[in-house]
């Protein structure tokens, strides 16, 4: 089985309100790529994967008025992609869904949320992830209450074998100071960005101990906006999300190889999933954003992952139409692990 994590920049944009495709010249939320580019863009993207699913990040929207799920389904379909149904969980006011796009030939998928259902106070102990969480976040004695703006997707998997696992899409909180006036107002908003990205992990990771006490394989997947040595600010904590998720001391560790060089090579090349335009110092700026994390029972199947790098990819490079589609699609490039399951 191929499992992806893929953020697709304002996949939201490109579908009107009944989930139809906007195959037009209009602008998309990409800048300076139309719709049609764009979408054409994330097509070609899609079947060079070849997936059996690929965790959807920033999917397309979903309300009242809106069918995210339904869009997704559209799109495999218009495409030609094998991966023709969707699964998604509890839904957000961003714009951004964590869906599952999968094949429903090789496996069934169900979104399946576990953890109490927390009062507005929170709980303390992996409350659900549509609800709150209550930690105390700046060592003053007194609890904060933390809640995802996009909440994880959990989903149970179970192969036409009959082999079960779980699945955790995430999108965790930014660190970006946006709204940010001055540079004091940029260093408080980054501060305390950091401290619920922390909490967020915390919670994660909680709810990953749940799993890995039960014996269920598990991978967690996503883009957590954060990885080992990402900004400044990780020295007032200590550390990273990335290795709060991963596991800690005696905790039972999750793997992902990227992380762990990441990790190993504070200074030093280090492989890189996101791509963004600094208008300001007009340049690129490159970082490790997404992740495939998978429990001790799963290393065993030894497991392949790669980056799919318009740049540092060979393979990615040498085919052109592939490179150009990548960087046309999103500002982050799909990251991919094969598994004998």
Not at 69 to 85: C, D, P, S, V
Request: aromatic letters at 10%.
């Amino acid at each position: 089985m191929r499992i992806t994590t893929y953020n697709v920049e304002w996949f939201s944009n490109l579908f009107d309100d009944t989930g139809n495709l906007l195959h037009t010249d209009d602008w998309s939320g990409r800048y300076n790529i139309k719709k049609s580019d764009q979408l054409d863009a994330i097509g070609h993207v899609f079947n060079g994967l070849d997936a059996d699913a690929v965790m959807v990040v920033e999917a397309p929207d979903s309300h009242a008025e809106r069918d995210g799920k339904k869009a997704l389904e559209n799109f495999a379909a218009h495409y030609g992609l094998r991966t023709t149904k969707a699964v998604d969980g509890f839904f957000n006011t961003t714009q951004q869904e964590i869906t599952l796009l999968f094949d429903p030939n090789k496996f069934s998928a169900t979104h399946d949320p576990i953890g109490q259902i927390a009062g507005e106070n929170g709980s303390r102990d992996a409350p659900r992830f549509d609800t709150a969480f209550r930690l105390d976040l700046d060592i003053d004695a007194k609890p904060d209450v933390v809640r995802f703006s996009k909440p994880p997707l959990e989903v149970a998997l179970k192969t036409n074998s009959g082999f079960a696992l779980r699945m955790i899409g995430v999108h965790a909180k930014s660190k970006a100071p946006h709204g940010a006036k001055n540079k004091a107002e940029a260093i408080r908003i980054s501060i305390q960005n950091r401290r619920k990205q922390l909490a967020q992990c915390i919670w994660l990771r909680q709810r990953v101990d749940h799993h890995l006490k039960n014996g269920d394989p598990l991978i967690v997947l996503g883009d957590f906006n954060d990885g080992p040595g990402l900004d400044e600010y990780e020295k007032l904590f200590g550390k990273s999300g990335i290795e709060i998720v991963l596991g800690e001391g005696d905790q039972t560790p999750l793997f992902d190889p990227h992380a762990k060089m990441a990790l190993e090579r504070r200074i030093g090349a280090i492989p890189t999933t996101a791509r963004f335009f600094l208008r300001h110092e007009k340049r690129y700026l490159q970082a490790l954003l997404d992740y495939i994390m998978v429990s001790p029972d799963l290393m065993v199947l030894n497991p392949d992952w790669h980056i799919w790098h318009p740049f540092d990819d060979p393979v990615c490079y040498d085919v052109t139409d592939m490179r150009d589609a990548l960087l046309i699609a999103s500002d982050h490039f799909p990251v991919t692990v094969d598994l004998d399951i």
